[in-house]
C-alpha cells in the first residue's frame, strides 16, 4: 500500500515537472538564444543549449538603434511604470473604500458604471482619447500612458473592493464609535490592512503596463522616448536580415525586472488576485 | 459582547460626535457654528463617498463617457485626421457591412475566440485541480505555471512566438519530421491562426489562480459523502465541482472573451494579419484603418459594431447563465 502510494506520487509530481517543463521551455529557448548567433538560432533549432555561450549579443544589443541605447529605454520604461503603478494603486484604494464602505446616494449607479467600464473594449475609447491628447499636444509624451491611470483603473478598484469587503465591519463601527470620521477610519484602519491588495496591483499592474505595446506604439514617437518593448520591436523590424541573437538577449533582459518583481511577492500576489475575484 | 447591528451603531454613533460637538459649540461659540457646519458637511457620507470616488468620477467623464460620444459622433463622419470631420450619416455603417475585408476580420475573430476561450478555460481548470493534489510544493507548481501569464503578453515572447513557430523553428521541424512535408504554419491560412491561439491558451495562469481559489472553498464534505455513494470521480466532478465552480467560471468566461474579442499585440507583431487576412483581428483591423489609412470615422464605426457584438454576446452569457450558474446559498 505504501509503495504504491509512493510510486503514484513519484507519477503525479514527474509529470506535473514534466508538463512545468513544456511550459516554460519558450522561456528557456529565449534566454539561451541570447546566447547563439542566427545559424545556430535558425538551422539547430532543435538544440536548447548553446554550444558556445556568446556574451557578445548582450553589449550588441544594448547599444540599440540610431545612436540609442537600451540604458535609455530602460530608464523610460521604468519612469512609466512607476508612475502608472503609483497611480493605480493610489486611485484604486481610494475608490475602492468610497465603493465598498461608504453609504453615499449613488453609490450602487457608480458601481455599475464601473463594472461597465471594466468591460468595455478599449478599441471604442483609443481613438478618441489619441485625438485628444493629439489636439493638447500630448503625443509623445508619456502623459497619455500615465494619467488615466491615476483615475481609476477599474479592475483593479474592483478587486480592491472585493478585499475590503473581506474585512470585518466591526473595525469601522468601532472606530466611529471612538469618534473616528471616515477619513481617518480609511487611512488608519483600511489603508493599513490593505497589504495583499497593494502588492497584487503592484506586480500585475507594473507588468502590465511594462509589457504595453499599443500604448507606446500609439503615444511615443522619437526613439528617445521608447519603451524596452517597443524597442525589441524594431530588432524585428530592421531593414537587413533580423540579428536574433541580441534580440533574445534584450527580450531576456526586459523580463527580468518583471521576474524580480514577481519572485518578491508572489507569496503575496496569489492571496490577492484569489480574495478579489472569489467572492461577489 | 458584539453587537450586529450596524445602523443601531451607526445612530449611536451618530448622536455621540453630534453631543461631543455640542459641548465644544457652548466652550467656543462664535467660530465654532461655521466650523462645525463645514465639519457636519465635509463627514456626511455623501460628500465623504464623492471625494473618495471622485478620481474614477472624474476620469469616467474625460476618458471614457467624453471619448466615447466623440467615437460615435466621427463614426457618422468622414474624418481624414488632417482635416475636419465631414458629416456623412450612416454612410460609413453601410459601407461596414459590403466590406469584404472587415466581414472577413469579424469571422476570424469569432473564430479565434470560440475556439481560444474554451481551450484556455479547459486547460487553466485541468491545471488548477492537478495542482490540488500537490501539498507543499503547491505553491512553486502554480508560480511555475503563472509564468507565462506574467510574460506572455509581452512583445519579446510574441517575438519568440513568431521564430519558435515559424519555417525554421523547433516546432515546424518537429512536425515534419513525423511526415507532414512542407507543413508551415505562417505560410499556410488555414493555420496561421494556431500558434496565436496556442499563445493565448498558454497564457492561462490567471484563470487558473482564481479557479483554484475556488477549488480550495469547495467543502470536502461533498466529495467524502458523494464517495461513500459510490460516486466516480467523473460524476463528482460533473455534480460538484463543476456546478459549484459555475459563478468563477463565469467570471472567467466573460473576462476572457473581451480580452479575446480584443486581441492585438500578438497578431501585429507575429503575423501582421496575414497570411491572406487570415489572422486580421477586428483590433488591428481597427488600427490600421486609424492609424495606417487614416479613416478615423471608419474605424470608429468598427469599433461601434464591435463593442456592440461584446455587449450582445455578453448579455447573452448572462442571460442564460440562470440556467447553468449555480449559486450555493440558493439551496
Not at chain 2, 454613533?13 to 466650523?35: C, F, G, P
Request: a positive charge; one cysteine or more; proline letters at 4%.
Amino acid at each position: 500500500m505504501k509503495t504504491k502510494r509512493l510510486i503514484s506520487d513519484i507519477i503525479y509530481h514527474a509529470f506535473i515537472i514534466g508538463l512545468g517543463f513544456l511550459m516554460i521551455y519558450p522561456v528557456l529557448w529565449m534566454v539561451f538564444g541570447s546566447f547563439k548567433n542566427n545559424v545556430e538560432i535558425l538551422q539547430h533549432t532543435e538544440r536548447l543549449l548553446p554550444t558556445v555561450w556568446r556574451w557578445e549579443n548582450f553589449p550588441k544589443g544594448w547599444a540599440g538603434f540610431g545612436g540609442t541605447s537600451f540604458s535609455v529605454f530602460f530608464k523610460n520604461s521604468i519612469i512609466i511604470s512607476l508612475i502608472a503603478t503609483a497611480g493605480t494603486v493610489v486611485s484604486g484604494t481610494l475608490v475602492a473604500y468610497a465603493l465598498a464602505r461608504v453609504p453615499f446616494k449613488g453609490r450602487q449607479l457608480w458601481f455599475n458604471i464601473m463594472i461597465l467600464t471594466m468591460l468595455l473594449p478599449g478599441q471604442v475609447i483609443m481613438i478618441p482619447q489619441y485625438l485628444i491628447f493629439r489636439k493638447m499636444g500630448l503625443v509623445g509624451t508619456i502623459v497619455p500612458l500615465t494619467l488615466t491611470k491615476f483615475f481609476g483603473v477599474p479592475f483593479f478598484i474592483y478587486m480592491t473592493m472585493q478585499f475590503i469587503k473581506g474585512l470585518p465591519r466591526e473595525l469601522d463601527e468601532a472606530a466611529m464609535i471612538d469618534g473616528c470620521s471616515r477619513y481617518s477610519i480609511f487611512s488608519r484602519i483600511i489603508l493599513p490592512l490593505l497589504g495583499p491588495s497593494v502588492i497584487t496591483m503592484i506586480v500585475i499592474q507594473f507588468y502590465w503596463v511594462w509589457d504595453d505595446f499599443m500604448g507606446p506604439l500609439l503615444y511615443l514617437n522619437r526613439p528617445k522616448t521608447y519603451t524596452v518593448s517597443y524597442a525589441i520591436k524594431l530588432f524585428a523590424d530592421a531593414t537587413s536580415t533580423t540579428d536574433y541573437g541580441p534580440m533574445f538577449a534584450m527580450s531576456t533582459l526586459s523580463l527580468v525586472p518583471v521576474f524580480t518583481i514577481f519572485l518578491i511577492f508572489n507569496r503575496y500576489l496569489m492571496d490577492g488576485v484569489t480574495a478579489g475575484s472569489v467572492k461577489g | 459582547m458584539i453587537c450586529h447591528c450596524p445602523d443601531q451603531i451607526r445612530a449611536a454613533a451618530d448622536t455621540y460626535t453630534t453631543r461631543t460637538k455640542e459641548n465644544k459649540d457652548m466652550q467656543n461659540e462664535d467660530r465654532s457654528e461655521q466650523r462645525s457646519r463645514f465639519s457636519r458637511f465635509i463627514n456626511n457620507d455623501n460628500t465623504v463617498g464623492y471625494i473618495f470616488a471622485a478620481p474614477f468620477i472624474i476620469g469616467f467623464f474625460a476618458f471614457t463617457l467624453v471619448p466615447m460620444i466623440m467615437s460615435f459622433y466621427y463614426s457618422l463622419t468622414d474624418y481624414k485626421i488632417t482635416a475636419a470631420p465631414v458629416w456623412a450619416g450612416l454612410k460609413n455603417y453601410i459601407a461596414l457591412v459590403q466590406d469584404s475585408h472587415f466581414l472577413n476580420s469579424m469571422l476570424v475573430t469569432v473564430q479565434y475566440v470560440i475556439i481560444g476561450v474554451p481551450l484556455k478555460l479547459v486547460f487553466a481548470l485541468l491545471i488548477a485541480m492537478l495542482l490540488t493534489h500537490a501539498k507543499k510544493l503547491q505553491g512553486f507548481y502554480r508560480a511555475v505555471y503563472y509564468i507565462p501569464s506574467l510574460i506572455g503578453g509581452s512583445v519579446a515572447v510574441a517575438l519568440v512566438w513568431k521564430q519558435l513557430f515559424s519555417s525554421e523553428g523547433p516546432i515546424v521541424k518537429l512536425i515534419q519530421s513525423m511526415g507532414v512535408e512542407r507543413f508551415s504554419f505562417f505560410g499556410n491560412a488555414h493555420f496561421a491562426f494556431l500558434p496565436l491561439v496556442i499563445g493565448n491558451a498558454w497564457q492561462f495562469g490567471s484563470s487558473m489562480l482564481i479557479f483554484a481559489a475556488g477549488l480550495k472553498q469547495i467543502s470536502t464534505d461533498y466529495y467524502e459523502a458523494a464517495m461513500i455513494d459510490g460516486a466516480s470521480a467523473v460524476k463528482r466532478f460533473f455534480s460538484i465541482t463543476l456546478p459549484i465552480l459555475s459563478p468563477i467560471i463565469l467570471f472567467n468566461l466573460v473576462m476572457q472573451l473581451i480580452s479575446g474579442f480584443m486581441t492585438f499585440t500578438s497578431a501585429f507583431v507575429i503575423t501582421k494579419g496575414g497570411p491572406n487576412e487570415a489572422t486580421n483581428y477586428v483590433s488591428l483591423f481597427i488600427y490600421n484603418n486609424a492609424f495606417q489609412y487614416h479613416r478615423m470615422g471608419y474605424a470608429c464605426a468598427i469599433s461601434w459594431v464591435l463593442l456592440l457584438i461584446i455587449a450582445l454576446v455578453t448579455l447573452i452569457i448572462f442571460k442564460t447563465s440562470n440556467n447553468w450558474v449555480f449559486y450555493e446559498s440558493e439551496q
